[in-house]
């Protein structure tokens, strides 16, 4: 690491490359993936197929782009399943007792929810110096706690819901499912956050390093408080749709979702290390998670095989990326030389 | 991991900085946690005249045994500045393969000796990707966490192994002879003892704190980092395996979602033994406190009927304040201003804090429980 500390602009290059490396990397991947699976299921490559992998990655992807947030300025957030899981819960008990609550208020107050409980993650890492793993660990226990102690370990099922609230989800917008116009919004607006304006750049100057970002002026506690805060505002977004989409809030809704969400940000090219990552990669990396999945049930592979085919894609992720990282260093080394 | 996650908000001071100096004026983090476990031991009597009963007490700590036995290998990764998520996979995916193995007829012990190895191998791979292809142990334990999950239910699928020999459900139910200590208990006890002379009395041991505080440092002087590191794993593989041999004995049973989410509560108990995060320090005995706090806590919760879900209320509530703490002077220290802007954030916390727990106990009960 010695001498990448020494040329951070060379170490900056070299991610960008790899970041450059991965987005092309995984596309070749998702093709050659639905090649082979297309000659064995010709159903696989049909647009239904595609519609349905969409309609099952729109939440992954909402919620890997929160993490990816968080992770770009070094933390993580582990938080994000509990916090999906009790704004669904606390939102669907509003909905049940108030049928005629139109469906975008809904949204609105499962975004606020998230928001305080993502804010309370902020200021305990930002404000009380708590590593974000460990303050991250307590509220995923603590949030999850709560889901069981508001609920009193019931659930609230479909036939509870009022078809408005379930609509949320299940409507579409000229052919265009909501759910899915739901994750590309947020994915263009966490795009031009991200990359034009000013607080977006700064995540990444945190990320890269601290120190620097504070000596250039920038507010770090408030940047990383800014990311925890947002991360919680799209869980709870993304809790109102899981409600609305699976016609139900249980005691362990999206109950180990974390893991899901940093693979898919590690998969898509997130430094998990800080300071760099691309919006496309991480729609990608959620993308190809969700082709596999699919994939592996149209080709008949065991349901039971899935986690371990999602285990074995994060580790060869990290490897091919110090592969090609390590392979660039040496290379941008050699040619310093001559 | 060469750089800590999360370190971007703590760079100006190292993470242990604050608790050491609280750590200083309590004389020790352990009489903090001597002093609590008195505290809720005494609320426990209180609470229940069954709770000092020693058959109770000797009882209740089967429960623990297994979160102890991985715990010990976990201090000896932190201690390192390292982390090992995949712990509660390995324990699936061991107890699985025994299971498995158990239900094609091969003999139990056989089969156990199988599943130690398949925890050995399982924690050799991830400290051969940790540090020979020194990637960082946050990502690679993600990924075998779902990796040795995903084998557990590849091999068993929905069915669970059963009807394992006495001799062999005695490992996790049973009690020493005529006495009425369990044998999870004195395995643990043994256990302990010898990781707690490995960390303070040799080289290993050492060692670790060495990595844990510079590894790159430590490298230069000849530490054998690597294989250091990958030794680590492979014990924590082997604790795994074993406390999952003992937590499939006390089942009597397998199924593939054995000891699912186990990892958060060893690392929780671990963090509050007071083993730094972030490396390089902490104590074996610190640990053990904080693994008998966790304990009767539970059981002191259990005593008054509270869900074993909402006891994680109290419990992630104990791992953040045993951070935030010691900490919190030094952060309301920093603050320079107490007027103005300053306290109009904390009004506005305090009211968004009442706003929302008025609505989290007003919509509640909206639905009537069931």
């Not at chain 1, 008990?93 to 139109?102: D, K, R």
């Not at chain 1, 889901?147 to 379930?166: C, D």
């Not at chain 2, 089942?251 to 690392?267: A, K, N, W, Y």
Request: glycine share 12%; net charge positive.
């Amino acid at each position: 690491m010695g001498k990448m500390d020494m040329a951070p602009r060379l170490r900056a290059g070299l991610l960008q490359a790899v970041i450059k490396f991965r987005e092309a990397g995984i596309l070749v991947f998702i093709v050659a993936l639905a090649a082979v699976v297309t000659l064995r299921t010709p159903a696989f490559l049909t647009l239904d197929n595609f519609r349905d992998i969409l309609l099952n990655i729109s939440i992954l992807v909402i919620v890997a782009l929160a993490q990816s947030m968080v992770i770009i300025t070094r933390g993580v957030d582990l938080s994000v399943g509990s916090i999906i899981g009790l704004t669904a819960m606390m939102v669907s008990f509003v909905v049940v007792a108030f049928p005629a609550l139109p469906g975008p208020v809904a949204m609105v107050l499962g975004m606020l929810l998230g928001m305080v409980l993502g804010s309370f993650n902020g200021v305990l890492i930002s404000f009380g110096g708590v590593p974000p793993i460990i303050a991250t660990l307590g509220t995923l226990s603590i949030y999850r706690g709560l889901v069981f102690w508001y609920s009193r370990g019931t659930w609230v099922n479909a036939s509870q819901l009022p078809p408005g609230f379930r609509q949320l989800a299940k409507g579409s917008v000229l052919l265009l499912p909501n759910i899915i116009l739901g994750a590309i919004i947020v994915v263009a607006a966490v795009y031009y956050f991200l990359r034009y304006t000013r607080t977006g750049r700064d995540i990444y100057t945190v990320g890269s390093n601290p120190d620097a970002a504070r000596f250039a002026g920038i507010r770090v506690q408030r940047v990383i408080f800014l990311v925890y805060m947002l991360s919680g505002l799209l869980c709870g977004l993304a809790g109102v749709l899981w409600a609305s989409r699976f016609e139900a809030a249980q005691t362990n809704t999206a109950a180990g979702f974390e893991l899901q969400t940093v693979a898919a940000s590690v998969v898509g090219g997130v430094n998990i290390f800080g300071g760099s990552g691309s919006v496309l990669g991480v729609v990608l990396g959620a993308f190809l998670l969700g082709t596999i999945q699919n994939a592996l049930t149209l080709v008949g592979i065991s349901p039971f095989w899935q986690l371990a085919a999602q285990g074995l894609l994060i580790l060869l992720a990290v490897i091919v990326d110090s592969a090609i990282l390590r392979r660039l260093q040496r290379f941008a080394s050699g040619a310093q030389r001559v | 991991m060469t750089k800590p996650i999360g370190s971007a908000a703590t760079t100006q001071q190292p993470a242990y900085s604050a608790r050491d100096t609280l750590a200083r004026l309590l004389v020790r983090w352990e009489w903090l946690l001597v002093v609590l476990i008195i505290a809720v031991a005494v609320l426990n009597t209180r609470l229940s005249p069954f709770f000092l009963r020693t058959n109770n007490l000797l009882r209740t700590t089967s429960d623990f045994m297994e979160i102890g036995i991985m715990m010990l290998p976990m201090v000896f990764i932190i201690v390192t500045g390292n982390i090992d998520l995949s712990i509660a996979s390995t324990l699936g995916l061991s107890a699985s393969f025994m299971g498995w193995l158990h239900i094609m007829g091969v003999n139990i012990w056989l089969a156990a000796t199988a599943a130690l190895l398949v925890g050995a191998l399982a924690g050799l791979l991830n400290g051969v990707l940790i540090a020979r292809l020194r990637l960082p142990a946050l990502v690679v334990t993600l990924g075998t966490f779902s990796f040795y999950r995903g084998l557990a239910y590849a091999l068993l699928g929905d069915q669970a192994a059963r009807g394992y020999p006495p001799a062999f459900t005695s490992l996790g139910q049973g009690t020493l002879g005529r006495t009425r200590i369990p044998v999870a208990l004195l395995i643990f006890v043994l256990l302990a003892l010898a990781f707690g002379l490995v960390l303070n009395r040799m080289t290993f041991g050492r060692y670790l704190y060495v990595i844990g505080n510079n590894e790159e440092a430590s490298r230069f002087s000849g530490v054998p980092t690597v294989r250091i590191k990958i030794a680590m794993y492979v014990l924590s593989g082997l604790m795994a395996a074993l406390a999952g041999l003992i937590l499939a004995a006390r089942f009597g049973s397998t199924r593939p979602d054995i000891g699912t989410g186990l990892e958060l509560t060893v690392i929780t108990v671990t963090v509050l033994g007071g083993i730094s995060i972030f490396g390089g320090s902490g104590t074996m005995i610190g640990a053990i406190l904080a693994l008998l706090l966790i304990g009767i806590l539970r059981f002191g919760m259990g005593l008054v009927n509270i869900q074993g879900q909402v006891q994680d209320i109290v419990i992630g509530s104990l791992l953040i304040l045993s951070i935030l703490l010691p900490r919190l002077a030094g952060q309301l220290s920093a603050i320079r201003s107490w007027r103005g802007a300053t306290l109009g954030k904390i009004g506005l916390a305090l009211l968004v804090t009442v706003l929302f727990g008025w609505f989290f106990f007003w919509s509640r009960t909206l639905i009537p429980a069931k």
